[in-house]
Nanobody
Framework: QVRLVETGGGLVQAGGSLRLSCAAS????????MGWFRQAPGKEREFVAA????????YYADSVKGRFTISRDNAKNTVYLQMNSLKPEDTAVYYC???????????????WGQGTQVTVSS
């Protein structure tokens, strides 16, 4: 029902910013909660941020709260992750996900993109 493609990753210096985009192909995009997760080498995929289908409720991991902002534009079938004040520990592959409800758990998301690499240098 939903195909997700992430863009916007790259190499940035510590303290810099990136904006990730996740474009969805499904016409039912607006019915899904959307989440961002990340996975560093040798580590489990972890929650970063999520937004409900209306866009009025957001969740953030403690490690990114105050630095990252998730938003969505249902008219464009796109969810964004604005990342500011980036730290080397933010380095990971970032994945966009769609699910039936707003949760912190990766197990609750049904559709996943292929990921985009974010590398933050010291």
């Amino acid at each position: 029902q939903v195909r997700l493609v992430e863009t916007g990753g790259g190499l940035v210096q510590a303290g810099g910013s990136l904006r990730l985009s996740c474009a969805a192909s499904g016409r039912t995009f607006s019915s899904y909660a959307m989440g961002w997760f990340r996975q560093a080498p040798g580590k489990e995929r972890e929650f970063v941020a999520a937004v409900n289908w209306r866009g009025g409720i957001t969740y953030y991991a403690d490690s990114v709260k105050g630095r990252f902002t998730i938003s969505r534009d249902n008219a464009k079938n796109t969810v964004y992750l604005q990342m500011n004040s980036l730290k080397p520990e933010d380095t990971a592959v970032y994945y966009c996900a769609a699910g039936g409800r707003l949760t912190y758990s990766k197990n609750d998301y049904e559709y996943w993109g292929q990921g985009t690499q974010v590398t933050v240098s010291s």
